[in-house]
């Protein structure tokens, strides 16, 4: 890359065309096995009284399935990042955030957003640069139903002069945690989850995986926070998924299919829950530093 190009000024502002996804229940209860419903979790899975998992306002930032323009592979704003940095090494996805202003419509809907880079951090030379991006997710009728943020790491674009990327402000206690959750991966939650819209490769062809130097397909960091989400909401605002406004995670570490998870909550004030996201056989954070925040 010529590091005499300043990224901010080059990127902040470039978007992608308009998108679309049109879903109907059967999406919504799939997106709920995918991110580990139970056969108890009906408010999830049975379309006689279904609701969202609020994170399927997520699956645009990735998604593929439904969408039109129709594209093979996901596709989002930092993307547009390539055509400067030209990475030789894969870029990472480095945390995600959504606000939610209003309920999704578990019946059916459409989904209608534009991604734009609004923001790259410096992290130094050698270091790499950060590509923030946003998507406002809209209904049919124009209204704003969620944006997401999310962060990309590429290895190869640092020290053109920007910002340094800013600190999260979530500091988890040193104390243990005032709830813990267990549930499990399965073998098979990458190809699950793959349905309902992250069809890039490195989640389902070992080849492929294993060119980016992973033994094996990986988890998708989404479906990660989908499990988190599920899970917290179960011990926090039972069946009232709608209460949410507010979630956001680091994606720190890998996940494999089959894999024994742990939520491990803190209560920080009315309404904020502090929470990080274990691989149980490792013990490391697959998800640190997430906030979740919800209606009283």
Known sequence: MDHSI????????????????????????LYAL???AHREDLTYTYEKYIKAIPTYGAVPYWGTVNVRPRQWMPLPASMLADEIIKPTIAFLNMDHEIFWYRPIDPIKGTFQWQDEIVDV????????????TRIDVRDEAGNLVCTNYSSTFFHEAGGFGGNPMPKS????????????????????QNLLYRLTGDTNLIHVDPEYARNMKFDQPIMQGLCSFGFACRMAIGELVPGEPERLTHMAAQMSSPLLPGTPVRLQGWKMKDGQLYFRFVDKNTGKAVLNRGVLEWKI
């Open 6 to 29: 300043n990224l901010a000024e080059v990127l902040v502002g470039k978007k992608m065309e308009p998108r679309y996804m049109e879903y109907n229940w059967r999406d919504i209860a």
């Open 34 to 36: 995918a991110v580990g």
């Open 121 to 132: 951090y410096d992290r130094g030379e050698g270091r790499g640069a950060v590509v923030k």
């Open 169 to 188: 402000s979530v500091v988890i206690p040193e104390r243990d945690p005032d709830f813990t959750v267990d549930d499990y991966v399965s073998p098979v």
